[in-house]
C-alpha cells in the first residue's frame, strides 16, 4: 500500500509539472488567452481547439469557421 501511494505521488508530480508547463505556453500566446476567456473553455480545452483550428486566416468567414467547428449545418 505504501508503494502504491508513493507511486501515485510521483504521477501527481508530474501531472503537475505538465500544467505548470501548459499555464506557461498560455501566457505566452495571445490566442490561448483569447480562447480561455470563452465561458466553459480551459486551460485544456483552449489548446485542443487552438490545435484543431488552426490560424483562423484560413477560414473566409465566420460561417465557414462554424460550419468546421460543427456548431451549424
Same mark, same amino acid.
Request: hydrophobic content about 35%.
Given at each position: ?5 508513493? &507511486?501515485? +505521488? #510521483?504521477? #501527481?508530480?508530474?501531472? +503537475? ?25 480551459? +486551460?485544456? &480545452? ?16 465566420? +460561417? ?10
Amino acid at each position: 500500500m505504501q508503494q502504491e501511494l508513493e &507511486l501515485l +505521488d #510521483q504521477v #501527481q508530480q508530474q501531472i +503537475d509539472s505538465f500544467e505548470a508547463r501548459i499555464r506557461q505556453q498560455i501566457r505566452a500566446t495571445t490566442t490561448l488567452q483569447l480562447l480561455t476567456t470563452l465561458p466553459g473553455v480551459g +486551460d485544456i &480545452l483552449g489548446i485542443v481547439i487552438d490545435r484543431e483550428a488552426g490560424s483562423i486566416q484560413r477560414f473566409s468567414s465566420c +460561417d465557414r469557421f462554424a460550419s468546421y467547428s460543427g456548431t451549424t449545418p
